[in-house]
């Protein structure tokens, strides 16, 4: 596998874009989705997870489990292959990636203090974590504080699939024939995509303004709002967050490949 598609998902010409927003731990919302989408799913359309599928929420390790369960049973459906469905990598996946290699931060005791701020505490206790414990680790040195990270890890890959699902993660997603470009919280339209670096799971102010086709790309769907402003259909920009696992609902949207918005969810 080339390095290029480690980063990205290619959709290639789907029938249907299914496109998922941050669920943030929710998982009894992101299961009344998967009940929604389920019957209604079929082969040659693609699935889309925008990222930040964990952080904040109660349930992380729970709504992770129901991830992977609707998973196996879309790809028992004939024809369906496993890059049908995507998982795109968030701020969130991003953080609890940082969190398991905190002992490399010149200022971990900082690090650790932004990231609780940010919501990763709700996924470091849903593996066993104790944050107090990291607390004190951070502030003794990089022998205690990778043990307390290993035993975030290990615990993280005594969840089965947990682990494997993580290692998948992808930077965006987009069609074939540059229809449609999927990406978590928003892009730098100045940067080609292969430069985007963490603008993609950060996010830009500008996103809602987006007046020109960024890549050739005619639709450009994120799944977090930094602002938390919910769902907003332009022209070219689509929002679908609605702010779940932060008090509101979860957002998905129904994509042709040409970009038109077939329908938009919320449960």
Not at 49 to 67: D, K, M, P, R, S
């Amino acid at each position: 596998m080339s390095s290029e598609n480690e980063k990205f998902a290619r959709l290639g010409r789907p029938k249907r874009i299914w496109a998922v927003a941050s669920i943030h731990g929710d998982v009894d919302r992101l299961g009344a989705l998967h009940d929604h989408i389920g019957p209604l799913f079929r082969p040659g359309d693609r699935l889309v997870y925008l990222g930040n599928f964990i952080g904040h929420g109660a349930a992380i390790a729970a709504t992770v489990a129901e991830l992977l369960g609707f998973r196996r049973a879309l790809l028992a459906m004939p024809g369906m292959v496993a890059g049908d469905i995507v998982f795109l990598r968030g701020a969130q996946e991003e953080m609890w990636q940082k969190m398991l290699q905190l002992q490399f931060a010149p200022n971990p005791t900082e690090v650790l203090g932004w990231m609780l701020s940010q919501g990763v505490g709700a996924t470091l206790q849903s593996y066993g974590g104790v944050i107090n414990e990291g607390v004190v680790a951070a502030r003794a040195g990089a022998v205690q504080l990778t043990r307390w990270t290993n035993r975030l890890r290990d615990a993280m890959r005594a969840a089965p699939g947990h682990n494997n699902l993580f290692a998948a993660l992808r930077r965006a997603a987009f069609t074939d024939d540059e229809g449609v470009l999927l990406v978590s919280a928003g892009l730098d339209p100045g940067r080609p995509l292969a430069a985007q670096g963490d603008s993609f799971w950060w996010g830009s102010a500008d996103f809602a303004e987006l007046d020109r086709p960024c890549g050739g790309y005619c639709r450009v769907i994120r799944g977090f709002d930094p602002a938390n402003g919910g769902v907003a259909v332009g022209d070219l920009a689509v929002t679908l967050d609605g702010g779940c696992g932060r008090g509101g609902k979860l957002g998905a949207g129904l994509i042709d490949p040409d970009g038109n918005m077939l329908d938009l969810l919320e449960v």
